[in-house]
């Protein structure tokens, strides 16, 4: 490490980089003032003490590949991998959220690249990965002085192939003092042209291959002194959310469903210079949902894995539903599980509600607000409209109807005096307010008692109803199914009938005439009453020439022969104490009347 304003010796300072043929420039961003770049970042590790050579680690603190370290044979009496220390970096802006003490780093110096001005293949540092360095893996590269030379390249998973970094990003973080960096399809190469290299001038590579396992590091120094290497992930948002119970509203006794999708979100942007997103895999996720003891049968089913391995789900005791062994989960991808089961038909309560939660074992999640995810689905039971009738007139006719906002799957019913029904059927949620009705489609509701009574299917006990008439509303039982009644009792009036003959006396072939006075001595409207005057012999009422029978409270004019012969003729409304006449002319036929 130089910490020193100059070196012994002269330099040759570089006033420009010379591009190897397919070489270029990086996507370079540049770490500002106050942008809390850093924050959130998972340092990685490097097993050992300070000062000793390091020989296995961890890219993040925590999670994600772990890695060993070892020298690559033919630098001149290099036999090492460099020596921890902790150096913190300078010339950095300020608030940029770097953590504080340094992560501890690994220094490789002229020992171990190729000797003080030895370029390589001179040998060099291996650090060989478990498993893929996550997207957005930071490398970073410290203290790399006026005319020093870093060399990285990369190797595939499993075949060893070279990766070509050309896609990779470059970050400088120092204000000043950060190497240039060159991409080629083969290595990333970092060169100093600065003189201003005092205080650990920083900077990052930023992965962007998802099947890197193995860097090689190989460079050129000045002199003894050497520069640092480390990693770091930086944070992602992984969020869950569970959808409403399926079917919605979910009926008592019935099948009942919901799937779980955790998606990880790319974080927004940092605003650096330009505004850079670190899209990366989420690690060791796991999912849990406490669904409620209601639920009879549950299941739980990864139904997309969203690329990870390994992942599965179990159902312990109370329906304590837990997912685990999904990792990595790629930016943008979802994981989703669907829980199955059936709602105890005894379930309470008006909806089913519960949480699902997830956790990831890194990067940092900085976004807590969608690492949980409630829903609240309504809890909807059976309800039946039933009638029955009372001294009804035959062929009266209602229409059955149930209706409301928590109302669901209405059939409508109708019922036929005297005894003829069907009911009108739905599905209520629990606690929303009901309207139930009947409607007659013939016959007159004026001339029937109507009352309506409910009870809780499960244990009998009435239900309380609200309102007059033939629209009624209840709310609707937390508890159990409901089955109402309208019943419809006829209204037997009070009524007086008179009949009077003028004159009193009449010869044979003379005219009589009757008059029936009808009197309405109830409390309640009498309507649809019938009159009938049976004729006995020796009476004829309906060969002309005769007056025409009339009648106050018909709806029409009558006749003889519908007054005279069954059923009569119908009267309309007769309020308390109203009277209707009706006059009817005959002739006599026969002695003695």
């Known amino acids: 490490m130089d910490k020193i304003m100059g070196r012994a010796g ?40 300070n000062g000793a050579a390091p020989t296995t680690g961890q890219v993040a603190s925590g999670f994600g590949p772990t890695f060993t370290v070892s020298h690559i044979a033919g630098t001149p009496g290099g036999t090492a991998t460099g020596i921890l220390q902790v150096y913190g970096p300078g010339l950095m802006p300020t608030g940029t959220g770097f953590p504080s003490p340094a992560p501890q780093q690994n220094e490789l110096t002229h020992t171990h690249l190729g000797g003080a001005g030895q370029p390589a293949p001179g040998g060099g540092v291996r650090y060989q990965f478990n498993a893929p360095l996550p997207l957005g893996t930071h490398i970073y590269l410290q203290d790399v002085d006026t005319g020093e030379v870093v060399r990285m390249r990369f190797f595939a998973c499993g ?15 120092s204000t000043t003092g950060t190497p240039t960096a060159t991409f080629s399809a083969t290595e990333v190469t970092l060169t100093a042209l600065s003189a201003a290299n005092t205080n650990e001038p920083l900077a990052a590579l930023i992965v962007r291959d998802a099947n ?88 739980a089913t990864v139904t997309q894995a ?54 990831s074992a890194g990067p940092a999640d900085p976004v807590a607000s969608n690492n949980t995810s409630t829903t609240s689905t309504p809890i909807a039971r059976s309800l039946r409209l039933t009638k029955t009738w009372a001294d009804a007139a035959a062929g009266h006719t209602v229409g059955l109807s149930i209706a409301g906002p928590g109302v669901s799957n209405a059939v409508a019913g109708s019922s036929t005096a005297p005894s003829s029904s069907t009911a009108a059927t739905a599905l209520a949620t629990g606690g929303s307010l009901v309207t139930l009705a009947e409607t007659f489609t013939t016959g007159d509701a004026a ?78 409207t009498v309507t649809g009453a019938q009159v009938l005057d049976t004729l006995p012999a020796g009476l004829d009422c309906t060969t002309p020439p005769l007056a025409a029978p009339t009648c106050s409270a018909c709806a029409g004019a009558i006749t003889a022969a519908a007054l005279t012969t069954s059923p009569g003729v119908t009267l309309t409304t007769l309020a308390p104490s109203a009277v209707a006449t009706l006059t009817l002319q005959c002739r006599v036929t026969a002695s003695g009347l």
Not at 259 to 275: E, F
Not at 337 to 348: D, E, H, K, Q
């Open 159 to 173: 075949t060893n192939a070279q990766v070509n970094p050309t896609g990779f990003d470059y970050l400088r973080v």
């Open 10 to 49: 002269a330099y040759v300072l570089l006033a420009a980089l010379l591009l190897l043929p397919g070489a270029v420039l990086a996507a370079t961003y540049t770490v500002t003032a106050n942008s809390n770049y850093f924050a959130n970042h998972r340092f990685g590790t490097h097993v050992g003490a």
């Open 212 to 299: 890197v396992c193995r860097i090689d590091y190989y460079g050129t120094y000045i002199n003894t002194t050497g520069w640092q290497t480390y990693f770091s992930v930086p944070p992602t948002d992984p969020g869950i959310v569970k959808s409403m119970a399926s079917p919605d509203p979910v009926v008592a006794g019935g099948p009942v469903s919901w799937t779980l999708t955790l998606t990880n979100t790319t974080p927004a942007a940092v605003p650096i210079s330009p505004a850079l997103a670190n899209p990366t895999q989420a690690y060791g996720l796991t999912i849990n949902d406490a669904v409620h003891t209601g639920i009879t049968g549950l299941t």
């Open 447 to 524: 001339g029937y008692a109507t009352t309506l009574a409910c009870t809780q299917d499960a244990d009998g006990s009435p239900v309380a109803t609200a309102d007059t008439g033939l629209s009624r509303t209840l709310t609707m039982s937390s508890d159990s199914a409901v089955t109402c009644t309208f019943r419809n009792v006829a209204i037997v009036g009070d009524l007086q009938i008179v009949k009077t003959a003028s004159p009193g006396a009449v010869p044979t072939g003379g005219l009589v005439d009757y008059t029936l006075t009808v009197t309405n001595m109830g409390a309640t």
């Open 306 to 359: 969203g690329g990870t391995t390994g992942g599965s789900c179990t159902v312990g005791t109370g329906n304590a539903v837990a997912c685990s062994g999904f990792s990595p989960l790629a930016a943008g991808s979802s994981i989703v599980v669907t829980l199955s089961g059936t709602l105890g038909a005894g379930m309470s309560g008006n909806a089913l509600a519960n949480t699902a939660t997830l956790a």
